[in-house]
Structures are given as C-alpha cells and as structure tokens.
C-alpha cells in the first residue's frame, strides 16, 4: 500500500533532534513527559515511545485568497538554522466547533477571532505548520497537531501570539490543548 506523503507522525520519547524542555497542558489532560521529539514521515510504530501523535498536512479550509497572497509573501519555511526553538500545540475542538457549518466556522475564525490577521502580525520570525487528524482512519487524540518554529528572540512575540489568540472566541471551541516547547540540539 502506498503511503500518504502528506502523513507525518510526532514521536515523543528519548531520540530525535528536539530536546523538550517543557510541557504542560492548557486545557484538558496533559500528555506524557517526553524527553526529545522525532518527526517522521508516514506511520510509524516506535514500542519505546511515550507516544505517537499523527497528523495530515491538508488543503487550506478558511484564507481568502487576499489573505492567502499576505501569507505567501511573509511566511518562511520550516528548518532555518537560526530557528532553534520549536513549539508543539495538539489541539482537540469541541463537538460544538464541527456540529457549525463551514461558514459559521469561517465567521468565528476569522470575522470574530481574526486568526489570520493576528497571525499575519508574527510572520516571518515564526514559521508553522498545520496537521490535521480527524479523517485519518485510527482515532486520534488531538483534532490538530499545530507545530511552530521561530529563533530565540522571538520567544516573548511568540508568546504573545499565544495569549492573543488564547483570549480569541475560537478558543472557547478548544477542548483540550498542549504545549509542548523544544530546543534543537
Ligand atoms: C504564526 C502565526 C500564525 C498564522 C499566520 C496562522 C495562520 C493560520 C491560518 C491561515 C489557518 C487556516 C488554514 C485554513 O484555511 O484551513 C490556521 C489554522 C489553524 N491555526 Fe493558526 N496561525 C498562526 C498561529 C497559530 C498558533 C500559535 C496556534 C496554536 C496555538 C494556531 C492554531 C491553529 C489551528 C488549530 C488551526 C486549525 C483551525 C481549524 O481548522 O479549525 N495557529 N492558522
């Protein structure tokens, strides 16, 4: 069987290039203490780790195209050098949030929580990449594995980011939240 190249498995436990240095939940249970992280494409099966979290990379659900020619002028990919800090947000949303329709999603993302607007104000110093699990065929803990990398002093504007769209309507749909936050070494 062919394997899904958008499909990435997030491997907590004692190898990878990501040391955690802390991890805590925000809302909801917490996840296990790992002590480094692994990304690999595909499934994996790692017997030794604390956990394994997988995610699809999808077509984007919610930008404009106004918006989306801001994103594509601003953001930077993954894997700069000076990007030596990581954070790791698995995110799960209510039944509430995917009982609306697409539109009245749009409407709270966007018109009432300007994520992308919010966003938008943080590009390039934070680069990010969106997992989603819901329609893949095990079930999944997390609705979303968000992943963010950035250099060390973006660290306070990172979380800054953070508590703005924490205080946002569309939080109020997050069911369970993590963070884990990751050096590179
Ligand atoms: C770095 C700045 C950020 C930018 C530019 C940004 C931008 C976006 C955009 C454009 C989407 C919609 C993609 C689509 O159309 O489907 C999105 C979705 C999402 N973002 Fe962000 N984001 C940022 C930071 C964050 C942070 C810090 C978190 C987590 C704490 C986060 C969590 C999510 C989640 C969970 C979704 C999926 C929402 C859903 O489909 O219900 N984002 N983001």
Known sequence: M???PRLFSFVGGAEGPWRSVESRAIRGESLAEIKRLQIVPGEVVVPEAKWVLQGVTSNERYVTRPE???LVAKQEGLNRPEATRAVLI?????PA???LT???RREIFETQSQHTRIGLEYLPAVARKLHHCRDLTGEQPFDFLTWFEFAPEATPAYDKLLARLRAS???????????IRLVRE
């Open 97 to 99: 949030w995917w009982a």
């Open 90 to 94: 698995p995110i799960q949303k209510s």
């Open 169 to 179: 309507v569309e939080w109020s749909y997050v069911e369970r939240e993590v963070e």
């Open 2 to 4: 062919s394997i899904n």
């Open 68 to 70: 989306k020619d801001l």
């Open 102 to 104: 697409q539109d009245e």
